[in-house]
């Protein structure tokens, strides 16, 4: 990691120490945006499945693939996102972004066709990679670098604050649509956000600070020889890896730990019960992780929750058929659900620095994020030809390989 790339860095986006209210400042509203950002591009889309489904006279399948595919073009565009924000910050980025994203879902309101839907969702889709995590994210890694503590603390206190975004917009979102139509509930929701969102980011993220022609372009081949080494060697890629396996075994298990507890005999009130305890859980196991950081390397922590992950799913169709089987089984996996989001950034900076951060994150997310949307149409598929026992064993295997990358990565 070289000096230049420590000593640039603190500049960018934050403006003076990291350590500052400003720097702070920035963490807060980022934490509002992320979470209106998810739960009104991503999460509410659910809710509206059904109804948009009699409206266009279509399937929940053909639906649902406007999602998958807001997913997919997100991975495609994060490579060129990320870039975006190491040059130049994340204020015009992610304001832009935010502009797109309200007019995409206030376009969502008046669709009448599956072609109109999906190019609204190509829309949210660009959207996404623009204002969700992996932008705000650079903003943050931007803002304390050099300060590994607040660097996590920032992390973590955006994502345990995102985190409750299907809690709080799954529930809002029903009821909008139930008094006043999925039409105009996207309406409202659409408003909600960009009135927070698009502000927030203009006033609040900061750019990078003027340089000049010659000083940019040294910045710009600097970042563009760390990420060509980075991506040239072993180590890069045992983190995507890690990251795309595990990425994938927690979608399938967000997709599917409802129907499948349903298959194993308890009700679907109990089942709901039990997969809403991922999101609470998910923010115990960040609190856990990020407090382990401080004495052992974040690579083994991470490997021994992926583990730790993997026997739970081997475990439920065991112990599942009943309720504290059930309970234990979910308990040990939610524990892992979302400490991939905090532990990348640490192990990407760890060993590149800040400078290219947001190319390499980018790099990443074209793998995990693309997996995070096509693993579950596979689990979907595999439990129909050869039943759920397959997929949970194909499930645990991705655990353990994720598991196995990072013991890797740390030996390296």
């Not at 399937?59 to 130049?88: E, F, K, N, W, Y």
């Not at 879902?105 to 109109?116: D, F, I, N, Y």
Request: hydrophobic letters at 60%; glycine letters at 10%; one cysteine or more.
């Amino acid at each position: 990691m070289s000096s230049s790339t420590e000593t640039a860095a603190p500049e960018l986006e934050g403006g003076g120490s990291p350590h500052s209210v400003r720097g702070w400042r920035i963490v807060a509203a980022l934490a509002v945006t992320q979470t209106i950002g998810y739960g009104v591009l991503y999460y509410a889309f659910s809710v509206f499945l059904a109804p948009m489904a009699r409206d266009l006279h279509a399937t929940d399948a053909q639906i649902a693939a406007a999602l998958t595919l807001s997913v997919l073009i997100a991975a495609v565009c994060a490579p060129l996102v990320g870039r975006r924000l190491d040059a130049h910050g994340g204020r015009a980025l992610m304001t832009a972004g935010s502009l797109l994203g309200t007019a995409a879902v206030l376009a969502w309101s008046r669709v009448e066709s599956l072609p109109q839907l999906y190019a609204v969702f190509a829309a949210i889709g660009i959207a996404c990679s623009m204002v969700l995590y992996e932008a705000a994210f650079a903003v943050i890694v931007a803002i304390h670098a050099g300060n590994e503590r607040g660097r996590a603390n920032g992390l973590l206190a955006l994502t345990i604050v995102a985190g409750f975004a299907s809690s709080i917009f799954l529930p809002l979102t029903g009821l909008l649509v139930d008094h006043h139509g999925w039409r105009t509930a996207l309406v409202v929701l659409a408003l909600i956000y960009g009135v927070a969102a698009i502000p927030l980011h203009a006033l609040a993220v900061r750019r990078h600070p003027a340089k000049g022609r010659a000083r940019a372009s040294a910045a710009a081949e600097e970042r563009a020889g760390i990420v060509k080494a980075a991506t040239r060697r072993r180590p890069f890629w045992l983190l995507v890896v890690a990251f795309t396996a595990n990425g994938g075994a927690v979608a399938v298990m967000a997709v599917l730990l409802i129907t499948y507890l349903v298959h194993l005999g308890h009700s679907p009130v109990l089942a709901a019960t039990l997969a809403g305890l991922l999101g609470v859980l998910s923010v115990t196991g960040r609190l856990i992780t990020t407090g382990l950081q401080t004495r052992l390397p974040a690579a083994l922590i991470a490997a021994a929750i992926f583990a730790l992950q993997g026997v739970a799913v081997l475990l439920l169709p065991l112990t599942g058929r009943s309720v504290a089987g059930a309970i234990g089984a979910v308990l040990l996996f939610g524990l892992g659900f979302g400490i991939a989001s905090i532990t990348l950034p640490h192990l990407l900076v760890e060993r590149y620095g800040t400078a290219a951060y947001a190319s390499l994150a980018g790099r990443v997310a074209v793998f995990s994020v693309a997996d995070k949307a096509l693993a579950p149409l596979g689990a979907v598929a595999l439990a129909q030809a050869a039943g759920y026992g397959w997929v949970m064993g194909a499930v645990a295997a991705a655990c353990v390989i994720a598991a196995c990358a990072l013991v890797a990565y740390h030996r390296i």
